[in-house]
């Protein structure tokens, strides 16, 4: 069905109910990379729910061959001028025009989701590692955070560094709040990541060169290059791929912290809530025989399907990183009794980026908290 119309109200944002039914549109884009031009739409639907969908495009002329503009998604076909009376809104299709270079960003990180955040110095510490990095542009999925972190994620929007997606779906649903099904039951996935994951790699996808899809606790550092501007196109020469690059996953417990640091903690960092990373420096083994989990770097143009770990429908699927080339350092609390302390390595290659790091948080914090 392709009309036009003209009263129904247009909506920037992501989650747009499906009258009638548990389904929500998130974000519908132009596919410009199968046989046949087609729009793509992300969305959270019941599974146990069997309706046929149909979408309604709303076109800037008259003539039906014209590109959509807006779609909606609706469980009725509309004839004619159409009852429109169950559309809630229509939404914009993005991805209108495609890139196969000068992409505006080079590193986009996709963070999903942010909800009851606290811990202000460690957003800060990563938003400027990220920039250390090479990534210069940071999607927040987000439900809630308290009141300084807020006034941090304004500051990095103001510098055009962070985008905000507003992330309603709690309000819709009934999310589980933890990944795992039977610690925290719900109609949905821990919070519905893997449908922001989705809409953060079609979002980005003519934006940025290259998309990392991880959380804010965690670190992608590579070992000899300083960044990920580097750091990609060497991973593409050695291992001729192009894809998507797995980064594997490396425990540090925030119970075990050296005494030695470059500096100690700034009195001003301790003003605020969260945790220093800086300290933490002990990284727990990884067996090399056993299943580590990891996190990608990918090229958007060559995914359909991401998932929070790997790729589930892609141009050529992922390839592992040799962690003595690149991994990931997620500092984060861990159950003592999952590690012995006399088997953990202490690594500080963190370290190496504390030049530059400290004396830029502590200019973040201070001009985005006012303090003087
Ligand atoms: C719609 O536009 C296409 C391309 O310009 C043209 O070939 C076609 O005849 C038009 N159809 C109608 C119904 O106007
Ligand atoms: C078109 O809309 C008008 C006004 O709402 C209505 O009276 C008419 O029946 C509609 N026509 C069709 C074919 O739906
Ligand atoms: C990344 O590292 C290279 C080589 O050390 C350097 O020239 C470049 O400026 C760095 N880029 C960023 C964004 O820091």
């Known amino acids: 069905q392709v009309k036009k119309t003209r ?20 974000g519908s884009y ?51 001028n159409g009852s429109l009376w169950n559309i809630q809104s229509f939404q914009p299709v993005g991805n209108q025009q495609p890139r196969t270079e000068n992409f505006p960003y080079a590193f986009t990180v996709c963070i999903s989701v942010m909800y009851d955040y606290m811990n202000v110095l460690g957003l800060v510490q990563a938003m400027e590692m990220f ?6 542009k940071v999607a927040i ?10 006034k941090v994620l304004d500051y990095y929007v103001r510098q055009g560094f962070v985008e905000i997606i507003p992330w ?22 821990y919070f519905g990541q893997i449908a922001a994951l989705n809409d953060c790699v079609y979002r980005y996808m003519y934006e940025s060169q290259y998309v990392a899809l991880q959380d804010l606790d965690e670190l992608i550092l590579p ?15 050695i291992y001729q791929h192009h894809a998507g690059f797995e980064f594997e996953n490396n425990i540090f417990p925030i ?31 990884n067996d090399p025989n056993e299943f580590n989990n990891f996190k990608v770097i990918m090229n958007p143009r060559l995914v359909f399907k991401p998932s929070v770990h790997g790729l589930l429908d892609s141009i050529g699927g992922t390839v592992r990183v040799d962690p003595k080339i690149a991994r990931m350092y997620h500092i984060k609390s861990y159950p003592s009794k999952y590690f012995s302390p006399e088997s953990v390595i202490r690594d500080t290659h963190l370290w190496d980026y504390a030049d530059k790091l400290i004396p830029a948080v502590s200019e973040v914090l201070r001009q985005a908290l006012n303090i003087q």
């Open 223 to 237: 070992l000899k290059e300083d960044n990920w501007t580097t750091l990609i196109p060497h991973l593409e020469e």
């Open 168 to 189: 309603t779906v709690s309000s819709y649903i009934k999310v589980s709040r933890g990944w795992k099904k039977s610690d925290s039951p719900g109609e949905l996935h």
């Open 30 to 80: 132009v596919e410009h990379r199968l046989s046949s031009k087609m729009i793509q739409t992300v969305a959270i639907v019941f599974r146990s729910e069997e309706v046929q969908y149909y979408c309604l495009l709303c076109c800037d002329g008259r003539n039906i061959s014209a590109a959509a503009t807006f779609v909606a998604i609706t469980s009725q076909i509309h004839e004619g």
């Open 141 to 150: 999925y987000k439900i809630n955070c308290h009141l300084d972190t807020q």
């Open 131 to 136: 920039k250390l990095l090479g990534v210069q």
């Open 255 to 285: 119970s075990l912290s050296s005494n030695k640091t470059p500096e100690n903690t700034p009195d001003l960092w301790k003003q605020f809530e969260g945790e220093n990373m800086l300290p933490h420096v002990y990284r727990i083994p």
């Open 7 to 26: 009263k129904n109200p247009f909506n920037n944002g992501p989650m747009i109910k499906v009258a009638h039914h548990k389904a929500y549109v998130i």
